[in-house]
């Protein structure tokens, strides 16, 4: 799956010379943690974040008029809030790429540029959120199969040929790992697995479920 088939493309923008009472209340209005930034020509140049629009609106106590407010914030724009090291993602980039980038930099969400970095787009956690669960197979309803495998070749097809013998499709499989052990999951459909479990574990394959992991999180 790659990021320009998946990104959000609605999203409102801002330029350097938006008010922040105006960024702040884009923000408020989508719920939204972050604003992309654009030049005159939609050219992507950084981004504002909702911690940072906030703490420039002036605070409940302070001893400043009516007056004296209005006025200032008629002139406070977003330009020095403006972050200019959020990376930029392009289209054709796969999904699992960007997830690890978010991860890696802790970030809410990454602007898509294409190759004059135009804005494209913007791809953030609920969207990786909707990936996850669309990978998984979950909309389509069936059974989940989690195996603990060695590493070695072949272990997904030979399951697969198993599945397959017993006229059954497989909706989605993935890989994790949980310390040092691989746990292969597959998504059946079949409302009960049953004769899928007893086919895996007849040729010696070590099939897990929850009470396995119990004294972990007891």
Same mark, same amino acid.
């Given at each position: 799956?790659?990021?320009?088939?998946?990104?959000?493309?609605?999203?409102?923008?801002?330029? #350097?010379?938006?008010?922040?009472? %105006? &960024?702040? !209340? /884009? $923000?408020?209005?989508?719920? +939204?943690?972050? *604003?992309?930034? =654009? @030049?005159?020509?939609?050219?992507?140049?950084?981004?504002?974040?909702?911690?940072?629009?906030?703490?420039?609106?002036?605070?409940?106590?302070?001893?400043?008029?009516?007056?004296?407010?209005?006025?200032?914030?008629?002139?406070?724009?977003?330009?020095?809030?403006?972050?200019?090291?959020?990376?930029?993602?392009? #289209?054709?980039?796969?999904?699992? %790429? &960007?997830? !690890? /980038? $978010?991860?890696?930099?802790? +970030?809410?969400? *990454?602007?898509? =540029? @294409?190759?004059?970095?135009?804005?494209?787009?913007?791809?953030?956690?609920?969207?990786?959120?909707?990936?996850?669960?669309?990978?998984?197979?979950?909309?389509?309803?069936?059974?989940?199969?989690?195996?603990?495998?060695?590493?070695?070749?072949?272990?997904?097809?030979?399951?697969?040929?198993?599945?397959?013998?017993?006229?059954?499709?497989?909706?989605?499989?993935?890989?994790?790992?949980?310390?040092?052990?691989?746990?292969?999951?597959?998504?059946?459909?079949?409302?009960?697995?049953?004769?899928?479990?007893?086919?895996?574990?007849?040729?010696?394959?070590?099939?897990?479920?929850?009470?396995?992991?119990?004294?972990?999180?007891?």
């Amino acid at each position: 799956m790659y990021v320009g088939l998946k990104m959000l493309t609605d999203m409102p923008t801002i330029t #350097p010379k938006t008010l922040v009472m %105006e &960024a702040d !209340k /884009i $923000m408020e209005k989508g719920r +939204l943690w972050m *604003l992309m930034a =654009v @030049d005159e020509k939609g050219r992507y140049i950084g981004a504002v974040r909702k911690e940072d629009v906030r703490s420039a609106l002036p605070s409940p106590v302070t001893t400043l008029s009516r007056h004296e407010l209005n006025y200032l914030m008629s002139k406070l724009t977003v330009e020095k809030m403006i972050l200019k090291d959020v990376p930029s993602v392009p #289209p054709q980039m796969e999904i699992e %790429e &960007a997830a !690890k /980038i $978010m991860y890696d930099k802790d +970030l809410a969400g *990454l602007p898509v =540029v @294409d190759s004059k970095n135009i804005l494209l787009g913007y791809i953030n956690r609920n969207v990786m959120l909707d990936v996850l669960v669309e990978e998984m197979g979950l909309a389509q309803g069936g059974s989940r199969i989690v195996f603990e495998v060695v590493e070695r070749t072949g272990v997904i097809a030979e399951v697969s040929n198993i599945i397959a013998a017993m006229n059954v499709s497989i909706i989605s499989t993935a890989t994790f790992y949980h310390n040092t052990k691989r746990m292969v999951v597959i998504r059946i459909q079949m409302d009960d697995p049953g004769p899928v479990l007893k086919a895996l574990l007849e040729r010696g394959y070590h099939v897990v479920g929850p009470c396995d992991f119990a004294k972990e999180w007891c």
